[in-house]
C-alpha cells in the first residue's frame, strides 16, 4: 500500500511541474551566444552536462562568443515519467534554432545576412523570447526565396514585417 502512494505521489509532483529531478534533462539556451547545454540529472544530482554551438553562435563574431558570458535561460525539462516538457519562457528557442539550422543548411545566405539573423535573434532573446519568433520569419523568408529559386539572400531579403531594426 505504502509503494501506491508513493507512487501515486512522485507522479502528482511531477504532473504539477515541479523540479523533482529523480531522472530528467534540461535544455538551456545561453541568450548572448545561442548556445544549447544540455544536463542530465539522476536522483536530483547533474550527472553529464554539455554545450553545443547552434548555427547563431557560429554566425556570430568569434570575439562576441568569446567575450561573453552566458547568462542561461530554461528552453525544456523532461522527466522520465512526462513525455512532454512544462512550459518555460524560452520555450521555443529549440524548435526555432534547429528550424534555422535546417532552412541554413539548405539555402545559401551570405555571410552578412547569418550574422545579421544572429544579431537581431540574440538581440530580442535578450528582450524577450521574441528571437523565436523573428528565427520562424526568417525561416519563412528563406523558404519562399527558395521555393522561387532564389540561392542567395541578402540583408534586403530577410526584413520580415514584425523587425524594425537595421
Not at 547563431?56 to 567575450?67: E, F, G, N, R, Y
Not at 525561416?139 to 531579403?157: F, I
Request: aromatic share 10%.
Amino acid at each position: 500500500m505504502r509503494w501506491k502512494t508513493a507512487w501515486l505521489l512522485l507522479q502528482l509532483t511531477l504532473a504539477s511541474g515541479c523540479s523533482l529531478d529523480v531522472l530528467s534533462y534540461h535544455h538551456d539556451l545561453d541568450i548572448h551566444t545561442g548556445r544549447i547545454r544540455t544536463t542530465n540529472y539522476v536522483a536530483f544530482v547533474p550527472v553529464h552536462s554539455a554545450t553545443r554551438d547552434t548555427a547563431i553562435t557560429k554566425a556570430l563574431p568569434s570575439d562576441q562568443v568569446q567575450c561573453s558570458r552566458p547568462e542561461w535561460r530554461k528552453i525544456n525539462t523532461f522527466y522520465w515519467l512526462l513525455p512532454y516538457s512544462p512550459y518555460h519562457a524560452y520555450h521555443k528557442a529549440f524548435g526555432a534554432i534547429r528550424r534555422f539550422e535546417n532552412v541554413a543548411s539548405r539555402v545559401c545566405f551570405s555571410p552578412a545576412a547569418s550574422q545579421h539573423v544572429a544579431s537581431r535573434a540574440i538581440e530580442l532573446w535578450q528582450q524577450s523570447d521574441q528571437g523565436s519568433d523573428y528565427l520562424a520569419a526568417v525561416c519563412n523568408l528563406a523558404e519562399e526565396a527558395e521555393r522561387l529559386g532564389k540561392c542567395l539572400l541578402d540583408l534586403a531579403d530577410l526584413r520580415p514585417a514584425s523587425d524594425s531594426g537595421p
